[in-house]
Every structure is written in structure tokens, then in C-alpha cells.
């Protein structure tokens, strides 16, 4: 079993910058794939970055040179770092890792999930 707790949300103005944080415990391992994922009323979950293997990053198109995921293996801390931020932006962001071979984009692909933390960009 992997627990995962997120911190770092909050309420924003347009442009601002947060740092999500993703706390792992339990039987986590270096080979996981991590993500950040969000979901906004009314739309899909949605993957908008993961972390696997010392240099493999993904981002969606929508957050690409906005925010950047990195890991402290020693903390076993997961940071989503997201400036510039935009209204669009506002959701609750769910940490999650996946625990099988390789990358995915897919919800179902992954194992274990935070409870969300929410994320609110103003106008």
C-alpha cells in the first residue's frame, strides 16, 4: 500500500505562483511513475504532469513551460511547482502513483491517489 497526502493549495491571483506538494509513504519505490492530475467542475480528470526514472517528464500542452514536476526521493515528496497561473487553471490537483512498467496517461493507469488539494486562480 502507497498513502499519498497532498498540500500546497490555495486561493491565487491570475499570474501568481503555488508549489504543490505530494508527501509518499508506505511501499513507495524509485521506479513509480508520479503524477499531478486535476479535475475542474464539470470536466474529466486529467493528467498534467508525471515523473518516471531520473529524466523522463511529461506535461500537458496546457501547463508546458508553466509548471514543472520534480521529486526528493530522501523526503519521498513529490512538488508540482506552477507559476504564471491562469483561471483556467482552477481545480482540485490529485497527486497519484503507478506502481506498474512504465508511463501512463490514463487514470485507471494509476494505483494510488491523494485526496486533492485545491487550487483557485482569480481573475
Known amino acids: 500500500q502507497v498513502q499519498l497526502v497532498e498540500s500546497g493549495g490555495g486561493l491565487v491571483q491570475a499570474g501568481g505562483s503555488l508549489r504543490l506538494s505530494c508527501v509518499a509513504s508506505?511501499?513507495?519505490?524509485?521506479?513509480?511513475?508520479m503524477g499531478w492530475f486535476r479535475q475542474a467542475p464539470g470536466k474529466e480528470r486529467e493528467l498534467v504532469a508525471a515523473?518516471?526514472?531520473?529524466?523522463?517528464?511529461y506535461y500537458a500542452d496546457s501547463v508546458k513551460g508553466r509548471f514543472t514536476i520534480s521529486r526528493d526521493y530522501a523526503k519521498n515528496t513529490v512538488y508540482l511547482q506552477m507559476n504564471s497561473l491562469k483561471p483556467e487553471d482552477t481545480a482540485v490537483y490529485y497527486c497519484?502513483?503507478?506502481?506498474?512498467?512504465?508511463?501512463?496517461?490514463?487514470?485507471?493507469?494509476?494505483?494510488?491517489w491523494g485526496q486533492g488539494t485545491q487550487v483557485t486562480v482569480s481573475s
Open positions: 497519484a502513483a503507478r506502481t506498474g512498467l512504465g508511463f501512463s496517461l490514463s487514470v485507471v493507469g494509476y494505483d494510488y
Open positions: 508506505g511501499r513507495t519505490s524509485s521506479s513509480d511513475v
Open positions: 515523473r518516471w526514472s531520473t529524466s523522463s517528464r
